[in-house]
């Protein structure tokens, strides 16, 4: 439930929230396992199942917290409301995991339960560390910005999730139209109560999100030309509900008119005063950007957002330093593919020539945008016939490549992905911002496409969701350096694929690659070691021939999100470690599918989890 209500309200420190064996055949979906057999283990496996039964039970109770995740997920209930974005529910929310936690450690025997017992039991205790270690600094992320926020998120999700199928689902919706109104209002009340003790979003988030709130009360049933996505959408659903004889006109104008009035006196009002607050609180903010050190209490904020988004005790420093040394290690790669091409001159005369030659690049017309994303579809396709040969578990859900709405669209914005519902009803999507085709450069298309989709995140995430063998929370677990860390790993794994067969995609691989080792430079030194948006725009274009409106982007995504784009190199390297030291281990028994299969059988896990995981995994190979 933590990463949909991060996403949705655009905090990154709501405190109340959370966030092995033989491999298993594709249409077995029970968690990849390595139970130790002992002479109890019909104890162990008795207090394992009452374990899973509460979690059962925990997570029904946790579920009715968020009406939009049950939403998320498919069930229609509550389908009327939205969630409670108050400090207050915060509060109400951390008190309840604190009880349940304590009840677990008091009612469940830890050495009596099942390796995947003790993962679950890890993880469910890791997810109130987490919370209670976030809980000073919920008033220094910033609820606003050009990344997300409840101001773009709340209309993305009535567009894209919540689904129309019957009179009853399109009053909910209607509904939470007006809702919106309500969610709005107190996520604005937590930005002023941020602003008042000085945090504040840097100048271009303030401009960009004022931009992103009038695109959605611009035009019909507001002022202006066009309709507001929202009327549209609402229309849309509507009209579908028609065509399905569902309803019939009478009904169908009765909503029509809800909708407008919902839009007209409860969801513009709301949107206008965010813009009336946003233009007045601008001139408070510097024209130049800061990293979060400058904030109240900034180095042990950052500090803290490290820790959570790679699970580790790393510091900035030594993140760093991470980071400096894969940038070296991955330019000498990079050599290698500049000379096989050909090209006279230096690296960065190199980066220069694919940053800046036509051949590069789709037209910037309708017609280009959709040669993207039928390329990227056509690379789908290939990797997904190889899957069978490197996993034993494949996702049910299918997945869309899909341009991101207008409302929402940034040119050069980050590339991102939200997963379908765990019955497969709903697919998964791949969103790319196609505003500016020159910010999409076509090298860099192949190697994207694979980490969002297959074997990237719809993999990992739908694999996830659609879990039996494990408790349901663990199947919405949040961990950024896991999931991150996967995607970034199955960039490298789809060459070992066959995929990139163009050297100029093999670049484009290592472009993303170094991309995330010069996050790490980046983001700390924004962050811990006092750089400028400028320096860092300078650092990430000396080593990367990214598009300078991406890297651009990509600064500013890091300015307002202090610490996650760490969790991706974190993640890969981690990963990369626990395969090459099974490999040694195993030797000719090493398994590719079993490994795979271990990593992300079981849900998304802090990295500790996951190595105990893999061990476990090993002995059992060994055992076997």
Not at 30 to 53: F, G, I, Q
Not at 327 to 338: D, N, P, Q
Not at 405 to 427: I, K, L, M, N, V
Request: glycine letters at 8%; hydrophobic letters at 40%.
């Amino acid at each position: 439930m933590r990463k949909l209500l991060i996403v949705l309200l655009g905090s990154t420190a709501l405190a109340a929230c959370g966030q092995g064996g033989e491999k298993p055949a594709a249409e077995n979906r029970e968690a990849a396992s390595s139970p130790t057999v002992t002479d109890n283990a019909a104890t162990v496996e008795t207090e394992t199942a009452r374990l899973n039964e509460w979690f059962k039970e925990k997570w029904q109770e946790e579920l009715d917290f968020s009406p939009l995740f049950k939403t998320y997920l498919g069930i229609k209930e509550d389908n009327d409301k939205i969630d409670d974005f108050s400090e207050a529910a915060d509060d109400e929310q951390l008190a309840w995991r604190r009880a349940a936690v304590a009840e677990m450690e008091n009612e469940f025997d830890y050495d009596r339960l099942t390796p995947e017992g003790k993962i679950s039991y890890d993880i469910y205790a890791y997810q109130l560390e987490e919370a209670e270690r976030s809980l000073p600094f919920r008033r220094r992320g910033y609820v606003f910005h050009q990344m997300s926020g409840p101001h773009t998120n709340l209309p993305n999700f009535l567009i894209n999730f919540h689904s129309v199928d019957t009179a009853e689902d399109m009053d909910a919706y209607i509904t939470r139209i007006g809702g919106v109104s309500r969610a709005l209002g107190q996520a604005l009340e937590r930005a002023e109560l941020a602003a008042s003790e000085g945090v504040r979003a840097p100048y271009f988030a303030y401009d960009m999100v004022i931009n992103q709130a009038k695109a959605l009360t611009a035009g019909a049933p507001f002022e202006g030309e066009g309709e507001a996505p929202l009327w549209a959408d609402a229309q849309a659903k509507i009209a579908k509900l028609l065509e399905d004889d569902a309803i019939d006109e009478e009904q169908a104008e009765i909503m029509r008119g809800d909708a407008r009035d919902a839009l007209v006196a409860e969801f513009k009002p709301a949107y206008d005063a965010l813009i009336a607050w946003l233009e007045e609180d601008r001139a408070n903010v510097a024209d130049q950007a800061s990293g979060a050190s400058s904030l109240p209490d900034g180095e042990a904020f950052y500090n803290e957002r490290l820790a959570n988004y790679t699970t580790t005790e790393l510091t900035a420093d030594e993140i760093h330093q991470i980071g400096l040394d894969e940038v070296v290690r991955l330019r000498g790669e990079m050599e290698t593919i500049k000379e096989q091409v050909g090209f006279e001159g230096t690296l960065e005369e190199f980066f220069v020539f694919l940053r800046e030659d036509d051949q590069f690049y789709f037209p910037n017309t309708d017609e280009g945008r959709q040669a993207y994303i039928d390329a990227a579809e056509e690379y789908l396709g290939y990797i997904n016939e190889r899957l069978p040969e490197y996993f034993g578990v494949l996702p049910k859900a299918d997945l869309i490549v899909k341009r991101v709405e207008a409302f929402r669209e940034r040119d050069g914005g980050a590339q991102h992905y939200f997963s379908g519902t765990p019955d497969g009803s709903r697919p998964g999507i791949y969103y790319a911002h196609l505003s500016d085709m020159r910010s999409m450069p076509i090298p860099q298309l192949e190697v994207i496409a694979y980490h969002e989709g297959n074997p990237g995140h719809h993999m990992q995430i739908s694999i996830g969701q659609e879990l039996t063998g494990v408790p349901e929370f663990r199947t919405q677990a949040g961990f950024s350096v896991f999931s991150e860390g996967w995607g970034l790993y199955s960039e490298l794994l789809a060459k070992e694929m066959g995929a990139y067969e163009d050297p100029y995609s093999d670049f484009g691989r290592l472009t993303s690659e170094i991309w995330r080792a010069i996050r790490l430079v980046v983001d700390t030194g924004l962050h811990s070691k006092g750089w400028s948006e400028e320096e860092a725009v300078q650092y990430f274009m000396a080593n990367s021939s990214a598009a300078e409106g991406q890297i651009r982007s990509e600064v500013r995504r890091y300015l307002v999100i202090p610490g996650q784009a760490t969790s991706y190199k974190i993640g890969m390297l981690k990963i990369l470690e626990l395969r090459a030291k099974a490999e040694v281990e195993l030797g000719d028994a090493f398994d590719i599918r079993g490994f795979h299969d271990t990593v992300i059988g079981g849900g998304a896990m802090p990295l500790s989890v996951l190595e105990r995981r893999i061990d476990d995994w090993v002995a059992s190979q060994k055992s076997s």
